[in-house]
């Protein structure tokens, strides 16, 4: 058993050292980084990223090694690295309004993945989403990419918060049925989860556990 499947198990702390682990981190570990650093954020405690001219130094000359590969939405206030407390590296974010999963964001998410090696896939929705209030209103015109993707996943689901956990459920539910995300899903061990960030306290919701 590695260490962090330890960790995992035993609850043990992490330290600064354990969040520059690289892309080959269990999906269950790098799913309890994120608890724990969504912990920290909550709770205002001081936990140190490594942001210096080193560590930009490292990653541009030996590439990034991410843990995890948030998909949230474009929302200024939903801001994944903060949320979860992390450094230069350690996330492979892809923002898009409604935190949707269209051919783009797949195909980056795919790369993060297949190239990258990332073994978990987090769909982060939020709460008092403004893509989502749009498709509950029935807003088209220039969103209605947006919109009517958002729409189509509602149904018939108008209180708000449902809304954000059924649309990242959806969004979820679409990497998963990608050939690829599947193939890793069977053999690597890849894991894809959804969650909801409370805009109003900072809390993440985990879903489906």
Not at 64 to 78: E, G, L, M, N, Y
């Amino acid at each position: 058993m590695s260490d962090d499947e330890t960790k995992v198990l035993t609850g043990a702390g992490y330290t600064a050292d354990d969040y520059d682990g690289d892309a080959h981190v269990p999906a269950a570990a790098a799913l309890e980084r994120l608890r724990a650093g969504n912990r920290i954020y909550v709770e205002a405690l001081d936990h140190e990223r490594d942001l210096s001219p080193e560590r930009i130094a490292d990653l541009f000359e030996n590439g990034q090694r991410p843990f995890a590969c948030v998909i949230t939405c474009a929302d200024s206030r939903v801001v994944p690295e903060h949320i979860f407390m992390t450094g230069l590296g350690e996330l492979f974010v892809i923002r898009v309004a409604g935190n949707i999963v269209g051919p783009i964001e797949l195909a980056s998410a795919i790369y993060a993945c297949e190239h990258l090696h990332t073994r978990l896939v987090l769909v982060l929705g939020h709460t008092h989403c403004g893509a989502i209030k749009a498709a509950l209103d029935g807003e088209a015109g220039p969103v209605a990419a947006i919109t009517g993707r958002i729409a189509e996943a509602l149904g018939e689901v108008r209180d708000p918060y449902e809304a954000s956990v059924v649309n990242a459920r959806a969004a979820a539910a679409a990497l998963a049925e990608s050939p690829e995300l599947a193939r890793l899903m069977a053999e690597h061990d890849l894991d894809i989860r959804c969650a909801v960030y409370h805009t109003h306290c900072g809390v993440v919701d985990f879903l489906g556990e």
